[in-house]
Every structure is written in structure tokens, then in C-alpha cells.
Nanobody
Framework: QVQLVESGGGLVQPGGSLRLSCAAS????????IAWFRQAPGKEREGVSC??????TYADSVKGRFTISRDNAKKLVYLQMNSLKPEDTAVYYC????????????????????WGQGTQVTVSS
């Protein structure tokens, strides 16, 4: 069974940086996509970034500030977050899809079959 565990969240000042990690296990294929979603209180869950090994995609709100990367050997997916803003405050989740590319559906939460429990990111002075 696929298991995803997020880590790296915490409290950071505006303009600061944070790196999130998603540790994936329970499968052996290199053909998979991991996406980062976030959800703030009172808001819908939104896609932040997706990595498939074939392509990387970003939401417009984080483009140029966030970078997604992955280590297929360790099945670790990272989200490097720079120039953080208070509006980035949310619980961040990683999610798994059994595909090799992040298609037009990448920011649709229903496209993913497994989810981690989330890690809290708070950006505040």
C-alpha cells in the first residue's frame, strides 16, 4: 500500500525559506507523480506543484518562488519554498498518482489516490 509522509513544516518569517519533504513508499515503479497541495482555514484545497519525472508544474501563485524536485532512488519529493508570504500559510499535503506526467488535471485533488497527513507551514512575523 502506498504511504506518504510529509515533513519540514514550521514557523518562518515573511521572506524566509522552508523545504518540505514527502517520503513515499509502498511501490517500486519510477512512473508516478507526486503533487503538493495546500489548504488554509476556510479555503479550498489547492494544487501547489506537481512532479512526475517527466515534467514539473507550478501554480501561478508560487511560480518563481517554489521549486519541486525528486530523488527517485529514495522516493523523496521536495518542495523548496523561498520568499515566503503570509498567504502561503496552510497545511501542505503531498499526493500520489500512478502516472508519468502531470497533465491538465494535476491540480485536481480527485486525480490522486493516496495522500499524506500534511505538515503545517506558518508564515508570520
Amino acid at each position: 500500500q502506498v504511504q506518504l509522509v510529509e515533513s519540514g513544516g514550521g514557523l518562518v518569517q515573511p521572506g524566509g525559506s522552508l523545504r518540505l519533504s514527502c517520503a513515499a513508499s509502498g511501490f517500486t515503479s519510477d512512473y508516478y507523480a507526486i503533487a503538493w497541495f495546500r489548504q488554509a482555514p476556510g479555503k479550498e484545497r489547492e494544487g501547489v506543484s506537481c512532479s512526475s519525472g517527466y515534467d514539473n508544474t507550478y501554480a501561478d501563485s508560487v511560480k518563481g518562488r517554489f521549486t519541486i524536485s525528486r530523488d527517485n532512488a529514495k522516493k523523496l519529493v521536495y518542495l523548496q519554498m523561498n520568499s515566503l508570504k503570509p498567504e502561503d500559510t496552510a497545511v501542505y499535503y503531498c499526493a500520489h498518482n500512478r502516472v508519468y506526467r502531470c497533465g491538465s488535471w494535476w491540480n485536481d485533488a480527485k486525480a490522486y489516490d493516496y495522500w499524506g497527513q500534511g505538515t503545517q507551514v506558518t508564515v508570520s512575523s
